[in-house]
């Protein structure tokens, strides 16, 4: 699908690909897109190494997404964004990858589910702003709604195992940490 004109640049930190429902709205929305999305093969390590420790015995499905990730999202890699870590200053200095890498690609927003890792005062400087899986998704759909709840909506009945009703999915969501979406979803249920 052609990216809507102004549809932000997003790097997505490791935190909100971890969770599958997150990461599969994310990956959607892009796809339709509603975003651009981006990561480095570090935010990636991450995301693997953190699932497999989580979940070892499904080290073949985990592999699978990974190059699957790889495969389909190729421009969603950034690279050379290595130089500029150094001179960055965030309370873990592990994360200053993330934002070297939102820098390099001119992304508008990070999100993150560790807002209190980016502060605003230093996201400012570069004109990046930090925010939650579930607000980011939210403004989304307020933004793009009938673009974004269609997307949903093909998510909804992708899912069959379980399958899902309208109200059903919107539960989901609560559950899966986003509520906000869940509510949005909620307003809009005969859309989905």
Same mark, same amino acid.
């Given at each position: ?136 998704? =939210?403004?989304? /759909? ?6 974004? %709840?269609?997307? &949903?909506? @093909? +998510?909804?009945?992708?899912? $069959? ?5 309208? =109200?059903?999915? /919107? ?6 940490? %986003?509520?906000? &979406?869940? @509510? +949005?979803?909620?307003?809009? $249920?005969?859309?989905?």
């Amino acid at each position: 699908m052609t990216p809507i004109a102004d549809c932000p640049v997003v790097v997505l930190d490791a935190n909100v690909l971890f969770p599958f429902r997150t990461r599969d709205i994310l990956l959607r929305f892009h796809h339709a897109g509603l975003l651009q999305a981006r990561w480095t093969e570090r935010i990636l390590d991450e995301w693997t190494r953190s699932l497999l420790a989580r979940k070892p015995h499904l080290e073949g499905s985990i592999r699978s997404q990974r190059r699957a990730m790889d495969e389909h999202f190729d421009d969603a890699l950034v690279s050379g964004y290595e130089p500029l870590v150094e001179a960055l200053d965030l309370p873990d200095a592990d994360d200053r990858h993330v934002l070297a890498a939102a820098i390099r690609c001119g992304a508008g927003y990070i999100v993150t589910n560790n807002l209190a890792d980016f502060p605003e005062e230093v996201l400012t400087r570069f004109d990046i702003g930090a925010m939650s899986a579930d607000a980011f998704l =939210s403004q989304t /759909v307020e933004l793009y709604a009938s673009e974004a %709840l269609a997307v &949903l909506r @093909a +998510l909804r009945a992708h899912y $069959r195992n379980p399958p899902f009703t309208p =109200s059903g999915f /919107v539960l989901d969501l609560t559950a899966k940490g %986003l509520p906000r &979406l869940a @509510a +949005l979803a909620e307003r809009h $249920r005969e859309l989905l």
